[in-house]
């Protein structure tokens, strides 16, 4: 909308606005005249569409806001504004209001996973609905839970009589005895006046002045869940009714806000505890028409509401989105909880115990508990350690705690396994919101027999896809740590592990074995949110087309490597082999494969001209495949090598030139090393799921990966499969920097030392760290482009033993995929010497002592 205004408007602000609102008028009763036609029968609850839209429209643009002259402040004005709406309330509102189904669905999620984990079952739960209204919110629930069962009492808070009277019929014609509708103001409502056992009430009636001068009093709250639809950007002194809802929350409660409102980026930026910023930002008009709008009905759009609800609490998910119905209206939902995590209701010394645990549970130190975490035992671990090792989050939580604001969004979570990462950083957005790999491309059975992970083992690999993560769970080690510098691939690996932990096997196959699943976006609300970040869940709810939209090949045709599959596709398209690929994937034998192959697909795909045209492109392998420039340089090395044997087969040895000139002859040279060898032994339809995927866009019933089977599903949904799991974005390098010294027992990292410039120091820095996080005889296990990488002599002059376990030697596969020309196990033979004081990091220095910081 606002892109039009300045070539059809006048240029002077008010007139636009005034334009632009006349618009909207219009634009409303179009809407209001289709959405609510046809009209349904006639009653107080369900006037007609047309008088429903009259008497909104009366009420909320003609009639003036004054009040009746009573004086009664702001329940007047309120009044004034509902009591000729009250009927027509819910018909109106509807659509405009949207996000309250969404929102009820996430705190219904959170409650129900804390009823299964935390609380005794027969537990009171009581639900506060502040700013209620018609408590069509409360009815609502029932979508999602019984609301007479699972809560023993339900307030309805509101401050309009008019509107509070039509709840009161509505509670009574559904015959809910346990809601009781409070006509009140939220800033005088307090839970013990009207429940009697209260915790920490007891004996004692606190009265307003008792809280007013103890701010740091006992809390007495005994709501479980406290929410505020759309009633926020309504109470004129919301300060004093936020503040009210930090005493009203029990300790582990949860809140549930969905409301209107415009921020611009700039403010928030340097907070990041706000759980994600995907869509937040409203542009300058926007932000200056809504509020213009909003003011006329007494509606404060203004950044601080939502701000210092974010201030007060604890931020568990948030998310931003747009009502498109109106003009895009910029809208909310924020789920919130005590700003002391769940987790530490128990621990004395919180703030630092939780801080602390969780730093151990992330660079593998021994977590010293309270107990024996005396004065002289810190000391004494300061000085063993030249520097203590403390995680990024321990470090951002710190910050934060001195500074009195909430801890990141990922202490919040209902899981630990993703860590804090600072989403700004050009490091990460460097990937434009998009992963890369929608499925992994190593071979995990190769990964299972070479490593044989045990339950002592603690590994660190990068996510990619998160499969080969997932079939190392498979094995329960002790520990994973997956690492991947794009955050998008993290948050592809929660979501296959929220989709564990909270769907049934149907579900989960039709997400990631059809990468389709028509009810995705209502799973991620209601059953996959309480097990993601708020990040995760943000980028997901952003992007559920992914998995529902019915034009889309579903989640394998997403990431970059889509190019790739696409580029398949539409070449057996325009050269007319879909139905020979077909076959390729029907075929029931070896012969019968390699003969459609070779008779019918080959000459068409490997043919030089396609080779030169595409592949060879580097722009296209980097965007495709993910082939970066140093390993183009080292398959280029390894042609020249193979040309002539006096030739140097690392990209060291030749020039820039000579590696240019051959790279046409060395990839294509490369792709057939890679696919003639898969044909000859695998046959894709039956046993080779890599191919199939990128052929098909989607897996079998027949073939598909470990992690997709049934008997998987079964092991790895199991309470506390993942606790082991720590999900990192951020660079491997950083990730080993802060692991205790000799604690990782394996390490996988792909090809990425491939991207490495040949011969820079880069390699031997990571190689160095790598041995210093590694224990004795751990190993390293890594893939390359090259036969033999030129950085594995680094490896042997670091401390390692080198050992080749594959090579893609005269027609051999190395493994299913064959993408790579070696696989290498490096195994820790020597430790190099500690790091001298100058060399390592001092994080203790400039930090804030813990001791002193209280919330
Ligand atoms: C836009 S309505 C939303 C009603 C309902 N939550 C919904 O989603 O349909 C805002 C509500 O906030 C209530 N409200 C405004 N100020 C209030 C106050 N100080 N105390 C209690 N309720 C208040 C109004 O009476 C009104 O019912
Ligand atoms: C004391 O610390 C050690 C780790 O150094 C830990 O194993 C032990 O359980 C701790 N003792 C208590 C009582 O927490
Ligand atoms: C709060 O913590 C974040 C990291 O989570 C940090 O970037 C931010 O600067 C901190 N805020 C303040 C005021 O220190
Ligand atoms: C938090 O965000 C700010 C602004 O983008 C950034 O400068 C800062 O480094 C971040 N801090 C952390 C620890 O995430
Ligand atoms: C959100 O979705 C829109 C539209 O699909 C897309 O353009 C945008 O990049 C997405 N943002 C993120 C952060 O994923
Ligand atoms: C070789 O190719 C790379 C990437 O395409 C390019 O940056 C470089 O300048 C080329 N070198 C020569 C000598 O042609």
Redesign the pocket.
Known sequence: MASLIPSILPRDPHTQIYFVGATLVLLIGVVFALTLLPSQKEDEENPSAFRSFLRFFYASFLKPHTGDGTGNGQQDALESFYKAQAGVYDATRKRLLRGREDMLGLVAAQLVHKAATERPHDAKRIWVDIGGGTGWNIEAMSEFVSVPEFFSSVYLVDFSPSLCEVARKRFARLGWKNVKVVCQDARTFRLEDHEDDIPGAVGFTRSPTVNYFAENGPSVGGADLITLSYSLSMIPDFYSVIDSLSSLLAPSGIMGVVDFYVQSIVDLSCRNYTGGAINRHVNWFSRLFWRAWFDVDRVGLEAGRRDYLEYRFGTILSADSRNNLLGSIPYYMWLGCSKKPASCLNTPNYPHEIVERLDAAVTES?Y??P??HTQSLSRTVERSTPAEIRSKAFDAAVINLSANLPLPSFFYQNHHWRIHYDDQLKKHTQFKHEYIYAFTWEDSRVDHRLLKLGSDDVVLAITSAGDNILSYALSSPARIHAVDLNPNQNHLLELKVAAYTALPYADFWKLFGQGKHPEFRSLLISRLSPHMSSRAFQYWLNNTHVFISGRGKGLYETGGSRHAIRVVRLLATALGFRRQIKALLEAKTLNEQREIWTKKIRPMIISRLLNYLLVSQEKFLWAALGVPHNQLAMLEADHLASESTDSSSSPLGHSDKELNSTRGQAVWEYMVQTLDPVIESSLIGEDNPYYLVCLQGSYSQRCHPDYLKPKSHQKLSRGGAFDGLRIHTDEINEVINRLTPGTLTVAVVMDSMDWFTPGAEEASTQISKLNRALKLGGRVMLRSAALTPWYIATFETLGFQAKRVGARIAGACIDRVNMYASCYILTKVENLPPLTPTQSRSSRDGSVDLEKLEI
């Open positions: 021994p010293l508990s107990v024996n």
